[in-house]
């Protein structure tokens, strides 16, 4: 059975939409249907299969790398070409370019010329149009003002489709979450505690100080800080000094004090504050001041040694929150920052922002390690946790309520975000099974 090519250049050279993969969707003919069923032959009759479609190359030189394909029968190993006009290989410069004599078979909707190697020597051509319905809605899906532009279709989609691209989604995101992991993992020298607090710290930002938090929490000299596991107001003296809140010369008892150990600690083991501008309160409510944030994780911390240990032995949802929920030291209770009381309020963290812990953090790790011991029961614990969870809230997922998909639980909001921030907003259209069946609509 045949293999059928499309453009790499995608309808018509919109490269930086990326759209090359047309060609390299396994085959387009006997799995996408897009394009009609016919035999393939070269310009000049000679009978094309395609073995293999090779890589998709996004630097300069051919377009796919090590493609197979057979010849009237004759298996050719070499590259890939595509271009809209055949005239286009001279208009590159392809002909006195001696990177482009190892192409195999060139494609193009237009064979207005034949092509040659540096060499001369001729090289066979594959005529493929694209079907007028599916550029007319690949073109509607591109200039469409409204977001998704594939709103359209989406009432008219089958709970089954919708269904098996969000638990694609979910896997995906899980995915690159653990990848981002891996790399946080290798500045920790794959020390898993220290890569989950970080973690933990970044999404304790919840979004707007998140990049704050993870500077901040690469700062913690986490083994001094052990040293002094003990001593709370210890840990609030190294969080709040580094956190570089502690500089002022005036300020409360309580401050003076934290100040003056901080100063003693900072000496000791040789500490360097972060620059306290990066902190942003603008917009924020109290309750989410860096200050209560801190305060939070300071407890946290000197509570729970051995914290993820804890998080991973934790089956249940109910559990993890027992472990997270924490509180603050006394100073807080009646205090959003230094020096200025506040009506006195328990700070603990609301079951909201467990829940978004338990979802940027918590199932991250969860997948991860089990990916990396090998322990599927991690892996499901987290889908399972993330299913238990009640749906992110946010302008995402009321975008994509409103075109008819609504997320029934937090697997399925994390599903939509990615489809959101990896297809939407890249304009990966080719790439998503939604597009696909925008672009199929005859």
Same mark, same amino acid.
């Given at each position: 059975?045949?293999?059928?090519f499309c453009y790499k250049d995608s309808f018509f050279h919109c490269k930086p939409l990326h759209l090359p993969n047309i060609y390299t969707s396994l085959t387009w003919?006997?799995?996408?249907?897009?394009?009609?069923?016919?035999?393939?032959?070269?310009?000049?009759?000679?009978?094309?299969?395609?073995?293999?479609?090779?890589?998709?190359?996004?630097?300069?030189?051919?377009?796919?790398?090590?493609?197979?394909?057979?010849?009237?029968?004759?298996?050719?190993?070499?590259?890939?070409?595509?271009?809209?006009?055949?005239?286009?290989?001279?208009?590159?410069?392809?002909?006195?370019?001696?990177?482009?004599?190892?192409?195999?078979?060139?494609?193009?909707? $237009?064979?207005?010329?034949?092509?040659?190697?540096?060499?001369?020597?001729?090289?066979?051509?594959?005529?493929?149009?694209?079907? $007028?319905?599916?550029?007319?809605?690949?073109?509607?899906?591109?200039?469409?003002?409204?977001?998704?532009?594939?709103?359209?279709?989406?009432?008219?989609?089958?709970?089954?489709?919708?269904?098996?691209?969000?638990?694609?989604?979910?896997?995906?995101?899980?995915?690159?979450?653990?990848?981002?992991?891996?790399?946080?993992?290798?500045?920790?020298?794959?020390?898993?505690?220290?890569?989950?607090?970080?973690?933990?710290?970044?999404?304790?930002?919840?979004?707007?100080?998140?990049?704050?938090?993870?500077?901040?929490?690469?700062?913690?000299?986490?083994?001094?800080?052990?040293?002094?596991?003990?001593?709370?107001?210890?840990?609030?003296?190294?969080?709040?000094?580094?956190?570089?809140?502690?500089?002022?010369?005036?300020?409360?008892?309580?401050?003076?004090?934290?100040?003056?150990?901080?100063?003693?600690?900072?000496?000791?083991?040789?500490?360097?504050?972060?620059?306290?501008?990066?902190?942003?309160?603008?917009?924020?409510?109290?309750?989410?001041?860096?200050?209560?944030?801190?305060?939070?994780?300071?407890?946290?911390?000197?509570?729970?040694?051995?914290?993820?240990?804890?998080?991973?032995?934790?089956?249940?949802?109910?559990?993890?929150?027992?472990?997270?929920?924490?509180?603050?030291?006394?100073?807080?209770?009646?205090?959003?920052?230094?020096?200025?009381?506040?009506?006195?309020?328990?700070?603990?963290?609301?079951?909201?922002?467990?829940?978004?812990?338990?979802?940027?953090?918590?199932?991250?790790?969860?997948?991860?390690?089990?990916?990396?011991?090998?322990?599927?029961?991690?892996?499901?614990?987290?889908?399972?946790?993330?299913?238990?969870?009640?749906?992110?809230?946010?302008?995402?997922?009321?975008?994509?309520?409103?075109?008819?998909?609504?997320?029934?639980?937090?697997?399925?909001?994390?599903?939509?975000?990615?489809?959101?921030?990896?297809?939407?907003?890249?304009?990966?259209?080719?790439?998503?099974?939604?597009?696909?069946?925008?672009?199929?609509?005859?």
């Open positions: 059975m045949s293999i059928y003919n006997n799995y996408y249907k897009i394009f009609p069923l016919q035999e393939l032959k070269t310009t000049t009759g000679q009978k094309v299969e395609i073995i293999d479609t090779g890589l998709a190359n996004t630097n300069a030189g051919p377009d796919f790398f090590n493609a197979k394909v057979k010849l009237n029968g004759i298996l050719w190993i070499g590259n890939v070409e595509i271009h809209e006009r055949s005239s286009d290989w001279l208009k590159h410069g392809h002909h006195t370019d001696a990177t482009y004599d190892s192409v195999i078979l060139h494609i193009t909707s $237009d064979a207005d010329i034949d092509v040659h190697r540096t060499n001369g020597e001729p090289i066979p051509q594959l005529i493929l149009t694209c079907p $007028d319905y599916v550029c007319r809605n690949y073109h509607e899906l591109v200039e469409t003002e409204s977001y998704p532009p594939c709103y359209r279709i989406i009432p008219t989609l089958s709970i089954f489709t919708i269904h098996s691209w969000m638990s694609a989604l979910q896997l995906e995101r899980f995915e690159q979450k653990a990848s981002q992991l891996s790399e946080r993992l290798k500045r920790c020298n794959s020390n898993w505690e220290d890569a989950f607090f970080i973690t933990l710290a970044r999404n304790f930002g919840f979004g707007l100080n998140g990049d704050a938090f993870e500077t901040w929490a690469n700062r913690i000299p986490l083994r001094a800080v052990d040293k002094h596991r003990d001593e709370l107001f210890q840990i609030e003296a190294f969080f709040f000094g580094q956190a570089g809140l502690l500089q002022g010369t005036a300020g409360d008892e309580y401050y003076l004090r934290l100040k003056k150990e901080y100063e003693y600690l900072s000496h000791k083991f040789g500490l360097t504050p972060m620059d306290v501008s990066q902190w942003r309160f603008l917009r924020l409510r109290p309750t989410n001041f860096p200050h209560i944030r801190i305060a939070q994780l300071a407890v946290l911390y000197h509570r729970s040694y051995g914290l993820l240990s804890r998080i991973m032995e934790a089956e249940t949802v109910t559990k993890v929150h027992e472990i997270l929920k924490g509180g603050t030291s006394a100073y807080w209770v009646n205090h959003y920052t230094f020096e200025h009381p506040s009506p006195s309020r328990p700070k603990t963290l609301s079951n909201s922002s467990l829940d978004l812990l338990i979802i940027n953090t918590v199932a991250t790790f969860l997948y991860s390690y089990g990916v990396h011991k090998g322990k599927e029961e991690y892996c499901a614990r987290a889908g399972a946790f993330l299913e238990e969870l009640k749906a992110e809230y946010n302008y995402i997922t009321r975008m994509w309520e409103q075109c008819g998909i609504k997320a029934a639980n937090a697997s399925d909001s994390q599903a939509l975000i990615q489809l959101k921030k990896e297809y939407c907003d890249k304009k990966k259209c080719l790439y998503c099974r939604i597009g696909y069946e925008y672009l199929k609509r005859n």
